[in-house]
């Protein structure tokens, strides 16, 4: 089978999505892979498989590389006999945050008829808005961690108690958050988030809050992964997060009551079902008191939580062939067509 | 000032978006205006200004017009030379339901740097999907009407009291809409709307409820038109649906308190303001009890509500010189470049 991962994009997390695509490289290892890098400016290149290395984007390398454009059914180079297109069963969206996350990406194949995974643009917005989110999640009967929203242009004035985590409402991978243990502290921290959102997030910040992550897709049957306990040591800095991208080796089921998982992953379940269809995504819960509540939905997770799966790349090709696609809708101008009659236009 | 159209889309509006270009072809008059037809597969074709007939559709005529292709910055079509631009100032997207509506043509307008007129992608999913419009509005202030959701699989029972209205989710124009009297005839209508979605909602039906409309629009200053007390002569048929997309001219203002037309103007501007910047949408409202409801949010209303203003086409203008576009992302690689020195690969 042969996957095509679309990486890069203009986001903020644009060079955590080259270290995602590079890592997918090693863990799909049974399939023909190809990568597709979207780059600051929005152009599509097709990148050789053995050019994936961070510093070829990074210099700027990836300039002589053969552009693509994005037509009906998929990619397509130019040839001198017209235009030839990337052969491929499947398109992995792999851009972190911006583009890939915000719903344009999966709009733009669902459009032009692409055979794809990702959460579709409705699931997309949903998840990568955490305000949206968290009445998503309540609608579907999942707790969230209560919280308070401010605008750019509100006053900078809160109710909840500290320490408290500030985060903008639509970035992923810890950008923009920090957490904030006086009032002193706010304004700083407000600063930064407002740096890359309108609005931010405020909650509750719990110190050595219980964190499980649980992936999971839906292929004609469930496939949740296992249950992980997030090591977090202090706070989340650029190796941290390379680490977290660059995941490719099993983890360590998380030693927890079988009653707590279950609730872990029915709570998975109600939020992926069916919004979710076609995507592999990646919830993390936190467990407060005995309760589970979602922190988020990672609409295209950090190598897409491969090392949650003990058998991924089977899972990825399952999920490959029950992909949604919509509806198709016949039009045949009857409307139109009686409108002409009754003008007597027929 | 050039404003260029585009219409149709694989959508079950496809043909009154057909009826509303070619309204906004009467309506826009100082401007040159341009039209790029969205067939049922997808494929762009520019219009010349008169073949603007709805024949010219139904018949399928217009495939031998110009095919276009979407690229950065807008549509073009193949010359012997490469390729050429359609020039213009500004594009309105008129495409009424799924692609238009959804958040995908918003989405692909966005990604290509196309200046544009209409809701972007967040704005799109949230109006277009009747269930979230329901705990946004409730999110910004705005009451709605109290609603029951069944999903396809759902045992078909509900709660509230008969007569009720049963909609698609996700669909505008009363497609798949029925009026519900008793128990009887619940599964008949489900029936209907489950044909165009896998969910419906379903909301207590007022006869004779009070129904006001309101278009409006952000241009630095806000532009909110006259409210009108909507005609119901029994429900929507096919011709009554035509009017409604092919009306051209201006409406007589209803004659309501001048509360009840604060309060509707206050309510359509939590509504508009942010999340709907760089459109003009038309909000529909409905009075009980001397409380202000909202109906449904129209986020691309039939030929633009231009009858509900009384200067449409220079508010069109202001509004082209006032659009949203996203943020530049500097992307400087200065992540990857510190993994590269941290693992002495510089």
Known sequence: MTITILFGGSSYEHEVSIVSAITMKKVLKKSTVRFIFVDAMRD??????????????????YKKSKKLILKKTGFFSKSIFGSKAVDTDVLLNLIHGRDGEDGKI??????????????????????????????????V?????????????????????????????????????????SMAELDYALDVAFEFDSDVIIEPFVEDVKEYN??????GKWELSMVEEPQKDGFLDFEKKYMDFSRD??????????????EIQESFKKI?????????????????EGEVYLNEINPVPGSMANYLFSDFEDMFVRLSSSLPS???????????????????KA
């Not at 009967?141 to 500030?166: A, F, N, W």
């Not at 992926?272 to 407060?288: A, K, M, Q, T, W």
Request: glycine share 6%; hydrophobic share 40%.
């Open 44 to 61: 599509f290149y097709l990148i050789e498989n053995d050019r994936m290395k961070s510093s070829f984007f990074a210099s700027g390398e």
């Open 106 to 139: 999966a709009a733009l194949l669902s459009f032009y008829s692409v055979l794809f995974i990702s959460p579709r643009t409705e699931a997309s917005v949903l998840s990568y808005n955490k305000l949206y989110t968290k009445s998503f999640a309540r609608s």
């Open 141 to 181: 009967g999942v707790q969230t961690i209560p919280y308070e929203h401010l605008s750019r242009e509100d006053e900078r004035k809160i109710e909840m108690g500290y320490p408290v985590i500030v985060k903008p409402v639509r970035l992923g991978s810890s950008i923009g958050l920090s957490v904030v243990r």
């Open 214 to 219: 649980l992936a999971g897709a839906w292929t």
């Open 249 to 262: 080796s099993q983890i360590r089921e998380a030693s927890i009551s079988n009653t707590l998982k279950q």
């Open 272 to 288: 992926y079902n069916p919004l979710f269809h076609g995507s592999i995504v990646r919830c993390d819960f936190f467990e407060v």
């Open 326 to 344: 919509e509806e198709n809708i016949v039009i045949d101008y009857q409307y139109i067509n009686s409108i002409q009659s009754a003008k007597g």
